[in-house]
């Protein structure tokens, strides 16, 4: 599967951004997807998962009740819904998908591109 995100820019802390990714190539509901972050220094952050039927998600502590993960499978689409953002959220975001229920980067085997979110403080 092919995987293309977008959407990032610079926001204000406080403020929100809305992430996609289009999938494709591939029976995209065959998938676990999940987005991950990689601030400069640092090692890439799980921020967000989804289920294959999107019935059921799940987030880390650090962005649990701002971060929301959705999926449209018709559309071969998920994104991500940030709020409150923070400037310790400016990172490369990447949405990526996996063949199994995972939160670590090496149990995803197919990766976007990267979108850049910047929050200014």
């Known amino acids: 599967v092919q995987l293309q995100a977008s959407g990032g820019g610079l926001v204000q802390a406080g403020g929100s951004l809305r992430l996609s990714c289009a999938a494709s190539g591939s029976t995209f509901s065959n998938y676990v997807m999940g987005w991950f972050r990689q601030a400069p220094g640092k090692e890439r952050e799980f921020v967000a998962g989804?289920?294959?039927?999107?019935?059921?998600?799940y987030y880390p502590e650090s962005v649990k009740g701002r971060f929301t993960i959705s999926r449209d499978n018709a559309k071969n689409m998920v994104y991500l819904q940030m709020n409150s953002l923070k400037p310790e959220d400016t990172a490369v975001y990447y949405c990526?998908?996996?063949?199994?229920?995972?939160?670590?980067?090496?149990?995803?085997?197919?990766w976007g591109q990267g979108t850049l979110v910047t929050v200014s403080s």
């Open positions: 990526a998908a996996s063949t199994s229920h995972a939160v670590v980067a090496s149990r995803y085997d197919y």
């Open positions: 989804i289920i294959r039927s999107g019935g059921s998600t």
